[in-house]
């Protein structure tokens, strides 16, 4: 059946579809953040469905994914919508953990993914000869967010033991750079020495660090004289 805005909507809520309108279209919602973008060629009376029917993050207010659009022009139906919905929720749903998470990190969340992550893998006996972990490692320094199932098959395996002297005395370095960031207002500092440490009472003498963070204390070091 050829619809109009007024039937769109009844339909929406017919089927219990909960939905945003949006300049030219609207989100079906998928989940709390990520939605389906039906787009139409005049919104007043919708005859037609635009070509670029996308995934859409209500969070961040924007389109999410082009690459598996249907891109297609067709007359607007029940049908039709109902056809775009599905193949976008089944489109969402192969990756939700990316949608849902990934994409809507702040660049703090990041940085503290990375470094957490990076020094999990890490901490794994001998993780530099086993070629899984070193492609874990190698994603995360990438920027991707690994699966919660393969989170926590590390955190199975990981265990951590007592620092030695010299592990104690570089711990005492961070955490003094760690208060005097705060003192000086240096956020970005400060979240990013508060998780090293927070890594190195999580995972103990096994932490170790990739050479971008070893980089990164040295020039904090000799800022704060430290």
């Known amino acids: 059946m050829i619809i109009n805005k007024s039937d769109l909507v009844e339909w929406f809520k017919l089927n219990n579809l909960q939905f945003t309108e949006v300049q030219n279209g609207y989100v079906i919602h998928i989940s709390d953040k990520v939605g389906c973008l039906l787009t139409f060629r005049g919104m007043s009376n919708p005859s037609l469905m635009n070509q670029g029917n996308y995934l859409y993050s209500l969070a961040l207010k924007k389109v999410i994914n082009h690459k598996d659009s249907l891109t297609s022009v067709v007359m607007a139906t029940t049908e039709m919508a109902s056809q775009f919905i599905e193949h976008w929720r089944k489109i969402y749903e192969e990756k939700m953990h990316f949608y849902e998470v990934q994409l809507h990190m702040t660049d703090t969340e990041k940085v503290n993914y990375q470094i957490q992550m990076s020094m999990k893998i890490q901490a794994k006996p001998d993780y530099d000869k086993s ?53 000086k207002g240096d956020d970005w500092t400060a979240g990013f020495t508060k998780t090293l440490l927070e890594s190195i009472s999580k995972y103990g003498s096994k932490t170790t660090f990739t050479e971008k963070q070893k980089q990164i204390l040295q020039d904090k070091f000799a800022k704060y004289s430290i």
């Open 131 to 183: 070629p899984f972990l070193k492609e874990l490692l190698d994603k995360v320094s990438k920027g991707q967010v690994l699966s919660p199932k393969t989170v926590q098959a590390i955190d199975n395996s990981t265990s951590a033991s007592a620092l030695t002297e010299q592990q104690i005395n570089f711990q005492k370095r961070i955490d003094a750079l760690c208060q005097a960031s705060k003192e």
